[in-house]
């Protein structure tokens, strides 16, 4: 008995011990101290819209920045001043913000419908996809594409909505909600999927 209690005594001596020894991990370097060299300044604000639970990115180019506000609004703006160049309220509840090409300003519903207007903020064409968009429809080459919720890719004609194909991947059994737009660059579709790919 005697020698199970020294056995005890010292097993736990060596674990104090443990806990005062020195760590031989490399101390980090000290943080870059960052002089402010580039001053920002406000230009203009706008607002359109309520608070939403989507992530709602202005979609923006050289002339135009256009804003999808909650739950229906699409406003366009002058990329310069900020002046309001059109406001309309949408048919469908906005959930996958907005994207914007040459001639087609796009946003997605919560309902899987695409809407489209032109640049001066004129109705074009709605088209059904799958599923809700939850991320900004790409416009670029005479295509609009979106990605939504149960895994696919459609993509549409810019001129009249008619769909051109879908991609489909099966989704992994456990997803999160994925935000990311796609990209169109040339004639490539680039996605990021639920599964990682």
């Known amino acids: 008995m005697q020698a199970l209690y020294r056995i005890v005594v ?16 490399p101390e980090p370097s000290p943080l870059p101290v960052v002089a ?3 001053p920002v300044e406000t230009q203009w604000r706008a607002s359109v819209g309520d608070k939403t639970q989507f992530r709602f990115v ?4 050289a002339e135009l920045l256009v804003v999808a506000g909650a739950p229906d609004k699409l406003r366009a703006l002058d990329a310069i001043t900020g002046q309001s160049r059109w406001q309309i309220k949408t048919e469908q509840a906005i959930a996958g913000g907005v994207g914007l090409g040459a001639d087609v300003v796009a946003v997605g519903s919560i309902k899987g419908v695409v809407l489209t207007y032109d640049r001066t903020g004129k109705f074009l064409w709605k088209a059904q996809a799958s599923s809700e968009i939850m991320a900004p429809p790409a ?12 895994g696919r890719i459609s993509a549409f004609a810019a001129a009249d909505g008619k769909q051109l ?10 997803i999160l909600r994925n935000y990311a737009a796609v990209t169109i ?13």
């Open 10 to 25: 010292a097993s736990s001596l060596l674990a104090l011990s443990a806990c005062g020894t020195v760590s031989n991990a």
């Open 36 to 38: 402010q060299t580039l």
């Open 165 to 174: 194909w879908q991609y489909q991947k099966q989704l992994p059994s456990l």
């Open 185 to 197: 660059s040339g004639n490539v579709v680039y996605a990021g999927m639920s599964g990682g790919v």
């Open 139 to 150: 416009v670029s080459n005479g295509i609009v594409v979106v990605k939504t919720g149960d």
């Open 58 to 61: 202005p979609a923006v180019d």
